[in-house]
């Protein structure tokens, strides 16, 4: 049961994570259901994520034509986050860890709401691209410390640094964490508590999930997959939050 249950979970948390960035608003609560602790569950989520994310990445090939620079530029940056994200796992207490979670995740859903100009520009100047290195490291931190959703904090940043279509966004977003993930993954294979069992079905779920999420992204209006990405948000941190208060 605890297997199909993590299937099922995959699939649902991959067509939403590859199309909103909201993988863990069905695989970390199914991580949690079968009796994980939040930092176990926690590092098993970023170890199937960034096995999964291949398959986002290869359903996003269309949007990513042409980004290829703007990927080179911030990929190193979301990496070094994702390593410093991964040793602040380790040293986190669990309670800590699951309070702080769900208040990150409400924020980044509320800055989605926000919608851009219609004639915004990328940033250009010096200090906003200052601001979007700094942001993109620290979503980058906040992937390797807590994979759960954190790919609605990096849509929000990258919505208004790059002005781009919400899809071609998306599959930058794709990448981008598909490496801080894979680099926290690492760390938790060598030093963590990864729960393997349930790792493995999760996976096969998500890779089922992020293959087929970026093709209906694409069909999807602009304004219905922003506001659908924010209020799922809201979703998740309301439940991580009643998890958090009600302890084990």
């Known amino acids: 049961m605890?297997?199909?249950?993590?299937?099922?979970?995959?699939?649902?948390?991959?067509?939403?994570?590859?199309m909103a960035g909201l993988a863990s608003l069905?695989?970390?609560?199914?991580?949690?259901?079968v009796?994980?602790?939040?930092?176990?569950?926690?590092?098993?989520?970023t170890i199937a994520l960034a096995v999964s994310s291949?398959?986002?990445?290869?359903?996003?090939?269309?949007?990513?034509?042409?980004?290829?620079?703007?990927v080179l530029r911030?990929?190193?940056?979301t990496i070094l986050g994702g390593a410093i994200g991964a040793g602040l796992v380790l040293l986190t207490p669990s309670d800590a860890f699951a309070l702080i979670v769900p208040f990150l995740v409400a924020g980044a859903s509320l800055v989605l709401l926000w919608r851009p100009r219609a004639d915004a520009a990328p940033v250009?100047?010096?200090?906003?691209?200052?601001?979007?290195?700094?942001?993109?490291?620290a979503v980058g931190v906040y992937s390797g410390y807590f994979g759960a959703a954190a790919g609605v904090v990096m849509m929000a940043l990258l919505v208004r640094a790059l002005a781009d279509s919400l899809v071609r966004v998306n599959a930058v977003k794709n990448v981008l964490l598909g490496a801080s993930n894979a680099v926290a993954a690492i760390g938790f294979t060598v030093v963590g508590d990864v729960a393997w069992s349930s790792a493995l079905p999760l996976t096969l779920g998500l890779l089922v999930g992020n293959y087929c999420g970026p093709a209906i992204a694409r069909r999807l209006p602009p304004t219905v997959l922003r506001v659908g990405i924010a209020c799922a948000g809201f979703v998740l941190a309301a439940v991580l939050l009643q998890r958090a208060l009600a302890g084990p």
Do not use: D, K
Not at 55 to 68: F, V
Not at 74 to 77: A, S
């Open 74 to 77: 911030l990929l190193p940056l």
């Open 2 to 18: 605890g297997v199909a249950l993590l299937v099922l979970a995959g699939v649902a948390a991959g067509l939403t994570g590859s």
């Open 26 to 33: 069905f695989s970390y609560p199914a991580l949690l259901a």
């Open 54 to 70: 291949v398959g986002s990445m290869l359903g996003s090939r269309p949007e990513l034509r042409g980004q290829a620079p703007r």
């Open 124 to 137: 250009s100047s010096r200090a906003g691209r200052a601001l979007t290195t700094v942001g993109v490291i």
């Open 35 to 45: 009796g994980l602790s939040p930092v176990v569950a926690n590092q098993t989520n």
